[in-house]
């Protein structure tokens, strides 16, 4: 069967141009949370309903072939009807998180996404130019945001690695603008992917905010965004490795730097890691205290439960989007 083309206004989505536009004036940040599955997606609407914050719920290539294509469509529209009968109107964008193609961007567009990421940031510089101009020439013609990536992020994830980080270079970052259309640039300022960010037992090491100051200077009022930005939060990984886990150093990105980074050009602040952390958690911790439950509802229920807490604690107290909606 042929799959339908879809356009995201169909769906009750928006694209990121209005959140962006309010988020610098505003001096806060839209929290993009990665969402697999229904319960990580009912947690986050459910938050951010409850705190009144506009949000973008983004995807990865990985989560996109684990939920179905099809399936995620009627999610993301699902997830909106969800929060209109709640009573609340905050705009939602689905993302397409770390896109590696023009084709997978060209799909995802064409199945109801408001944004694309296209992310050649490990490509040479005049390719990545070149690939990313192809997405926004595409993604434009439907009104669909594109994000592109200069500078290399450390850290491992399914789909996405890279050892050692290259940081953005603010020399290279006017010229990558004007020369793709972009509508918003992630940069590569420290942060990283996953739950192990930093050396365990050792001090973190700040934020390049004076690399973020250079972009700023050179691409005035334009949306920057910030991966690998989950705190990883302690308490979690306590639980954790108290239920059987094992995740020794585990160390993210400490809250005030990224109220910091809220406050600047940064409008987006992706988080993926501290919700798998939640989860985990408290998945563990209900199974070492109730061994004899297998009923999913239960344990996915108390999971989904942390997940709406950890989101609304975000969104009030760090990115400050809670009531911008
Ligand atoms: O930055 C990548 C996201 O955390 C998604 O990770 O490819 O394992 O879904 P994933
Ligand atoms: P974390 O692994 O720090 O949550 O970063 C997620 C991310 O950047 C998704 O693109
Ligand atoms: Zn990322």
Not at 22 to 42: C, D, V, W
Not at 301 to 321: D, P, Q, W
Request: hydrophobic content about 40%; glycine content about 8%.
């Amino acid at each position: 069967m042929e799959k339908q083309k879809v356009h995201y206004s169909e769906l009750g989505l928006v694209n990121t141009k209005d959140m962006f536009a309010r988020a610098m004036a505003g001096k806060y940040a839209i929290p993009a949370y990665n969402f697999n599955n229904l319960e990580q997606l009912q947690a986050i609407i459910t938050a951010c309903s409850e705190t009144g914050s506009p949000v973008i719920v983004q995807v990865s290539k990985g989560a996109r072939s684990y939920a179905n294509e099809t399936m995620l469509r009627f999610m993301a529209m699902g997830a909106v009807k969800m929060a209109r009968e709640a009573g609340s109107t905050i705009p939602i964008c689905l993302h397409l998180d770390h896109g590696d193609s023009l084709e997978l961007c060209k799909s995802c567009i064409d199945s109801g996404f408001s944004s694309v990421m296209i992310d050649g940031s490990h490509l040479p510089y005049e390719e990545n130019v070149a690939l990313t101009r192809q997405v926004v020439e595409y993604a434009h013609q439907f009104d669909v945001s594109v994000e592109g990536e200069l500078g290399v992020l450390a850290g491992i994830e399914d789909e996405v690695s890279a050892e050692h980080s290259t940081y953005t270079k603010p020399e290279e970052v006017e010229d990558f603008v004007k020369k793709t259309g972009v509508d918003s640039l992630a940069i590569s300022i420290g942060t990283s992917h996953g739950a192990y960010k930093f050396k365990a037992g050792q001090p973190v090491p700040p934020l390049r905010f004076d690399i973020l100051e250079e972009c700023e200077k050179r691409i005035p009022g334009f949306p920057i965004v910030l991966h690998g930005a989950s705190s990883v939060v302690q308490e979690y990984v306590t639980l954790i490795n108290m239920y059987g886990g094992k995740m020794e150093g585990a160390v993210g990105i400490p809250e005030e730097q990224l109220r910091r980074a809220a406050a600047s050009a940064v409008c987006k602040i992706n988080i993926d890691s501290d919700g798998r952390l939640a989860v985990t958690a408290k998945v563990r911790e209900y199974f070492a205290k109730d061994p004899k439950e297998f009923d999913p509802r239960k344990y996915l229920g108390e999971a989904r439960k942390e997940l709406v807490k950890l989101i609304r604690h975000k969104n009030e107290t760090v990115l400050g989007s809670a009531g911008k909606a």
